[in-house]
Every structure is written in C-alpha cells, then in structure tokens.
C-alpha cells in the first residue's frame, strides 16, 4: 500500500467505503435468502430480524453514499455527481460507473418502497423489493470492473468470497423451495378432498 497523503486521502477512502460497502450489501442479501418465510433465522425472533435486515441496509447505504461523494470529490478523475444515479452519465470508465449508479437506483428504489410500505398495496412492494436481489450482481460486477484492485490480493479473496456465500445461499434456498413443492401438492389435495366431503355432505342433506 502506499503513503496516504492529502492527495490520495480520497481515493484510498473511496476504495475502502466501496469495499465495506459491497460486504455489507453482501450481508443484506444473505440474510435476505437465509430467513424462513416466517421471517426468522434459527435463534432469533421475528422482529430482530427485521431490524438487523433494516440497519444493515441503512448503514450500507451511508457508506455508498461516503464512496460515491468520495470518488466524486477526489478530483484525480472528472466524475460528475449525477453518474451517481443516471447510469452511462459519467465520461470516465462509463460502462463500469453505469453499473454502479443502476446498483444504486434499485436500492433507492426498494428503501423508498419499504419506507411507503403501509400506503402502498402487497403485490407493488413486493414486485419492487425482489429488484434488491438484482441489486447485489449489479454492485459486485461494478465493483470488480470499476477497481482493479478487487481482482488482487486479499481483495480478490473479497470478491471471490462473497460471490461464493451468495451462490451456497442461493443454492440452499432454491433447494429448500424444491422441498416445498411436494408439502404444497399434498395442501392442495387434502383441500379437494374436504371440498369433495363437504359436497358430498351438503348433497346427503337435501335428500
């Protein structure tokens, strides 16, 4: 690592807030694809789970804004704010800044939902929440195409790392959706079977 200086200051802060954020992001997501459909994680109740998913979203989002403010200040590149949100705006490394700011959009998107939850209807929030596990590929590309460092050293590690938690949870919780099928169908049967009784019940009591 070099000599931190007034002038790498920001480029050394932008890195490691960048970095801090894609593991907190990385969090989010996990605990998004590990809670049960009762909202819980073994040990835990319901509402703690709430909240941890909650602050660690807030606290992920605060050190995405301190990376972009940071990339935006550091005036050893020309990236205008407005790359922070309007994806392909930035003349410098366009596609890869591009990813970043539609990474930061969906998670806008999901924050405002959540905060409007009660005044909007089920089927709305849940269609823009889902965009949050868009969102995680989204950033980690940016991440790895943006800086060449998260493809060196104990970075790599980082990126390799959290690439692997996502897919091991993904994994665990498209095979634990696969188990629900078949519990699912036998709901499915054992209702048609007592609306058939019930029928055949109401059909006994009119002769």
Excluded: C, K
């Excluded at 050190?63 to 200040?73: E, I, Q, S």
């Excluded at 823009?128 to 940016?142: D, F, G, K, N, Q």
């Excluded at 188990?179 to 209702?191: F, K, N, Q, T």
Aim: hydrophobic fraction near 55%.
């Amino acid at each position: 690592m070099g000599r931190i200086d007034s002038t790498t200051a920001l480029w050394y802060a932008s890195r490691a807030t960048g970095v801090v954020a894609l593991l907190l992001l990385t969090a989010v997501m996990l605990l998004g694809l590990l809670v049960t459909r009762q909202g819980r994680l073994p040990g835990l109740p319901r509402f703690a789970v709430t909240g941890l998913h909650r602050n660690l979203s807030l606290l992920a989002v605060a050190f995405v804004a301190v990376h972009v403010l940071t990339a935006v200040v550091d005036g050893y590149v020309d990236i205008p704010l407005t790359a922070a949100i309007i994806p392909l705006a930035s003349p410098y490394e366009r596609l890869e800044l591009g990813l970043g700011a539609v990474s930061l959009d969906i998670t806008i998107a999901v924050i405002v939902t959540s905060l409007l939850r009660r005044h909007l209807s089920r089927r709305v929030w849940r269609g823009v929440h889902l965009l949050a596990y868009a969102s995680w590929p989204v950033a980690w590309l940016h991440s790895i195409t943006a800086s060449a460092d998260m493809l060196h050293s104990w970075m790599l590690a980082v990126s390799v790392g959290s690439a692997l938690a996502v897919v091991i949870a993904l994994s665990w919780r498209l095979a634990a959706a696969a188990r629900d099928v078949p519990r699912a169908e036998r709901v499915g049967l054992l209702m048609s079977a007592v609306h058939e009784a019930t029928r055949g019940r109401e059909r006994t009591t009119r002769r």
